[in-house]
């Protein structure tokens, strides 16, 4: 499917002016590029990864590890997306108090949900295509929920 501006209007679920880098915990969601069932299956009532869904929860996992001011709390890997829930931690764990920051496209906020979900799918990217020898396979839709 093509993009056509009259028929896709793109419009972001976020809070217009909300600092996405302050302590807090978030529920998001990141599915797979077309929705593709990549990340193994459904048996039984219970999930069974596949290499690739190993690799993403191998990375989900990594990403609190990564980052001190981030907890990766309860999560689930689908056929074709991943739930999970990250918590920014606030001062206690090494973030200097600073004035709040929106993002722009050209300049990420270290320390925001947008950063770490784009870290996150980036590593997860690298790897699967790495596993599978296709240097440029898409994985992800973009953004995430």
């Not at 302590?23 to 193994?40: E, I, L, P, S």
């Not at 890997?77 to 709040?100: C, E, S």
């Not at 320390?111 to 296709?134: D, Q, Y």
């Amino acid at each position: 499917m093509t993009y056509d501006p009259e028929e896709h209007h793109r419009r972001s679920i976020r809070l217009k002016g909300y600092d996405y880098s302050q302590a807090g915990a978030y529920f998001v969601t990141v599915c797979t590029h077309d929705r593709a069932c990549v990340f193994g299956d459904v048996v039984d009532g219970e999930m069974r990864l596949n290499e690739y869904g190993a690799i993403v929860k191998d990375e989900w996992l990594r990403t609190d590890t990564l980052r001190g001011n981030v907890v990766i709390d309860e999560y689930i890997i689908m056929p074709n997306h991943i739930h999970g829930i990250v918590i920014i931690m606030g001062n206690g764990r090494g973030m200097a108090r600073r004035a709040p920051t929106l993002e722009s496209f050209s300049r990420p906020v270290a320390g925001s949900l947008s950063t770490i979900m784009r870290s996150f799918k980036s590593a997860a990217t690298k790897e699967i295509n790495k596993m599978s020898g296709a240097p440029n396979l898409p994985v992800w839709q973009r953004n995430y929920y």
